[in-house]
């Protein structure tokens, strides 16, 4: 029920900027943790930010000063400004949030924010 889309990558060399977006639908988003986490192919799930519902950030270190986070309400999603790529954030991204209407596994990042719900993600490559 509750659904996330994410488009928006591509292939960049290496310095380069993306921006991903993320649209949701089935629930408000505005009331939930969102943020996006990736997954490169044979590795485990990245976290790479997060935002709560009292409008807090949280960055992993390795993307801190490269990527932004913002809460796109209009569209019931949000985006990830990303700067400076480098090529080891070549990953298929995923937008997520702690919302869902059925009981299952949660993907934790940090303490503070858990992912419920994501979508199919959007492929990023990065060439160096």
């Known amino acids: 029920q509750v659904r996330l889309v994410e488009s928006g990558g591509d292939s960049v060399q290496a310095g380069g900027s993306l921006t991903l977006s993320c649209e949701g639908s089935?629930?408000?988003?505005?009331?939930?943790?969102i943020g996006w986490f990736r997954q490169a192919p044979g590795k485990e799930r990245e976290g790479l930010t997060c935002?709560?519902?009292?409008?807090?950030?949280y960055y992993k270190d390795s993307v801190k000063g490269r990527f932004t986070l913002s809460r796109n309400s209009a569209r019931n999603g949000m985006t990830l400004q990303m700067n400076n790529l480098k090529p080891e954030d070549t990953a298929v991204y995923y937008c997520?949030?702690?919302?869902?209407?059925?009981?299952?596994?949660?993907?934790?990042?940090?303490?503070?924010?858990?992912?419920?719900?994501w979508g199919q993600g959007t492929q990023v490559t990065v060439s160096p």
């Open positions: 997520a949030t702690e919302a869902t209407y059925y009981s299952g596994s949660y993907f934790r990042f940090g303490a503070a924010c858990r992912f419920a719900t």
């Open positions: 089935g629930v408000p988003l505005d009331s939930f943790i």
């Open positions: 935002i709560t519902k009292e409008g807090i950030f």
